[in-house]
């Protein structure tokens, strides 16, 4: 049972357009979600996150926005940048589960140049 | 200089033997993580452990055995008991509302 969703395996930018990655999630108990990226043969590196109390958070030309009704979050870049280019994962936690993450599968961004 | 370590970065076994694979953190962090990685799915839990001396059963943990003697120290062994174990292992280690990756080893069963 995949709590959390990213159903694009793949999605393929010019550079200085805006990148919109989609995840969605079945549990409308999780209370925090975060976006990670990762490089091939590395460890993923945490972006940005939101709580669920929120609806929008910013960081620079990262934002994520959460639709708690339609259990919905997605990451927004722009401009899209060449070294944009990897895979992200996103990720959901329950307050009393000490930290657990659920991850979804990922989808892979590729920023044209 | 804070973070995660894993070592090695690359491993390569035979079938049928255990391989034990590092990670150390100096975040000072009580919660640490283990995860798989394969291609075209997301991260899956092994095992995790809150504090020393006490770990619990992730989504996958059959075939893995770990242990956390110490805090900043979670070893994941890999037994003859898991029946695919090529893949990438990501260990983490948690602050509040969020995860440190270390770099992952790769981890080839010949």
């Known amino acids: 049972d995949q709590q959390v969703k990213q159903n694009s395996p793949s999605l393929s930018v010019q550079e200085g357009r805006i990148s919109i990655l989609n995840c969605d999630y079945t549990n409308s108990m999780f209370d925090y979600f975060l976006w990670y990226k990762k490089y091939p043969a590395e460890g993923p590196t945490f972006l940005i996150s939101i709580s669920s109390i929120k609806d929008k958070n910013e960081d620079g030309r990262f934002t994520v926005f959460l639709n708690k009704s339609a259990k919905h979050l997605s990451l927004h870049i722009v401009p899209s940048q060449p070294g944009d280019s990897a895979v992200y994962f996103c990720a959901a936690s329950l307050n009393n589960q000490g930290g657990k993450l659920i991850f979804g599968q990922g989808t892979e961004l590729s920023v044209k140049p | 200089d804070g973070g995660i370590t894993q070592s090695p970065k690359y491993l390569f076994r035979k079938e049928g033997q255990n391989v034990t694979l590092s990670c150390e953190q100096n975040?000072?962090?009580?919660?640490m993580y283990w995860y798989r990685q394969d291609p075209g799915q997301g991260l899956r839990l092994i095992y995790y452990?809150?504090?020393?001396?006490?770990?619990q059963k992730g989504d996958i943990a059959e075939g893995y055995s770990v242990s956390r003697e110490k805090k900043e120290s979670f070893p994941l062994t890999v037994t003859s008991a898991q029946k695919n174990p090529t893949a990438f292992y990501l260990c983490?280690?948690?602050?509040?509302?969020?995860?440190?990756f270390g770099p992952g080893t790769r981890l080839t069963v010949l």
């Open positions: 452990s809150q504090i020393v001396n006490d770990f």
């Open positions: 983490a280690s948690n602050s509040v509302n969020e995860q440190f």
């Open positions: 975040l000072n962090h009580d919660a």
